[in-house]
Structure formats: C-alpha cells, structure tokens
T-cell receptor, first 115, second 114 residues
Framework: DGGITQSPKYLFRKEGQNVTLSCEQN?????MYWYRQDPGQGLRLIYY?????DFQKGDIAEGYSVSREKKESFPLTVTSAQKNPTAFYLC?????WGGGQETQYFGPGTRLLVL | AQSVTQLDSQVPVFEEAPVELRCNYS??????LFWYVQYPNQGLQLLLK??????LVESINGFEAEFNKSQTSFHLRKPSVHISDTAEYFC????????????FGGGTRLMVKP
C-alpha cells in the first residue's frame, strides 16, 4: 500500500538531548513537509522540501533541522535549542510544489514528550 | 500575509442534525481552499478542496463547502451528521501560483452526540 509512515509513534526527550523523527513515503512524491500541531493552534509549518537535496525553512524552523538525501525520506531533528518541543508532529507529502493546488497527504504523526 | 480563522473551536451536535463549520480567510492575493479532517491520534485527510469553477464543492461522505469570495468564507456543511463524523476539522489555504505551503486555521472539534 502506498502511503506515509512516521516513527516512532511516541518519543520521549530528555533535557539537552537531540531527537530525530522519521518520515518515509512510497508515493513517489517530490515535495515533503513537516508540521507541528499544538492544541487550539492548528498546524504550523516547520520545514519543507520541494525536491531531493533541497529544503527551506517554514514559519517556525528555530530549534529544528532536516535533511533530504533521498526522495522517500525527510527526517526531522528536534535539537536542544527547541525549548518547548512537546507537540504532535506531522509529516506530509505532495506530488509537486507547483501552483498551490496539490493535495498534501499526511502521515499518522509522532507525539513528542519531554521528560 | 494570509490567515485563516475558524470561528468555533468546538461544535456539539446531535446525531442526524445539520451542522455548519465556519471558516474565513484573509489574503491579498487569490487562494485555493481546503478542508481536512483529523480523527483522534491520526494524521489529516483531505475532505474537499476548491480550486476553480463551481463555488460549491462536495465530498464523497456527504459534506459540502461553498466558496464565497465577497465574504472571504469557505464554510463546511453537512445536512445530517453521524457519530462517525466526530473529529477535528481544519480549514486551510494556499496562495495561487506561490508554492504549496498550507496555512491552517485553529481547527473545529465536531462532537456528535447520540
């Protein structure tokens, strides 16, 4: 089945620790995205990638980093510089970047909690 | 910059009653409009979208939304809800010909009661 997988489902971070969230898609999509979801605030864009080996900062990139070495993979690292990392993180992909009409397909999410 | 406002954070409704979830947007340029649905502890799924043409768009599970340019609104409606419609609904926009970055509203939690 084609789709987006995210792992782990739950992740615990200790103070000062970097953690990496995995996102893999087998939809052959060029564009991929990372969103952060907090209660009552909707989703906010962290990073996006239009194509492999390229990525851009979104609205709330501080304290996060990404890589896009393979078309199907777009891991997100939450660094120790992110002071309030507790949230639900969603990865998405779309066929292209284009004119804004492409549907984004979402993974099941990773819930990050701070110990 | 564009923004999306969902006026109701929660909407309780009885099963088989009609419902309207309100969405207003602000943008200085043309936008595309989307409604996504999120079931508990899951990712988002596209419900419907407006790109062009008829201002009334429908989904396969009975929801519909109408684009009103003069009121900058894209309200979501269903004439008769089911328990299974209980979920959080997000309205979102992208800017026409300016990439595929979604700007989301804060979400509306639809709670269908028996």
């Amino acid at each position: 089945d084609g789709g987006i997988t995210q792992s782990p489902k739950y992740l615990f971070r200790k103070e000062g620790q970097n953690v990496t969230l995995s996102c893999e898609q087998n939809l052959n999509h060029d564009a991929m995205y990372w969103y952060r979801q907090d209660p009552g605030q909707g989703l906010r864009l962290i990073y996006y990638s239009q194509i492999v080996n390229d990525f851009q900062k979104g609205d709330i990139a501080e304290g996060y980093s990404v890589s896009r070495e393979k078309k199907e993979s777009f891991p997100l690292t939450v660094t120790s510089a992110q002071k309030n990392p507790t949230a639900f993180y969603l990865c998405a992909s779309s066929t292209g970047w284009g004119g804004g009409q492409e549907t984004q397909y979402f993974g099941p999410g990773t819930r990050l909690l701070v110990l | 910059a564009q923004s999306v406002t969902q006026l109701d954070s929660q909407v309780p409704v009885f099963e088989e009653a009609p419902v309207e979830l309100r969405c207003n947007y602000s943008s200085s340029v043309s936008v595309y409009l989307f409604w996504y649905v999120q079931y508990p502890n899951q990712g988002l799924q596209l419900l419907l979208k407006y790109l062009s043409g008829s201002t009334l768009v429908e989904s396969i599970n009975g929801f519909e939304a109408e684009f009103n340019k003069s009121q900058t609104s894209f309200h979501l409606r269903k004439p008769s809800v089911h328990i299974s419609d209980t979920a959080e609904y997000f309205c979102a926009v992208t800017l026409v010909n300016a990439g595929n970055m979604l700007t989301f509203g804060g979400g509306t939690r639809l709670m269908v009661k028996p």
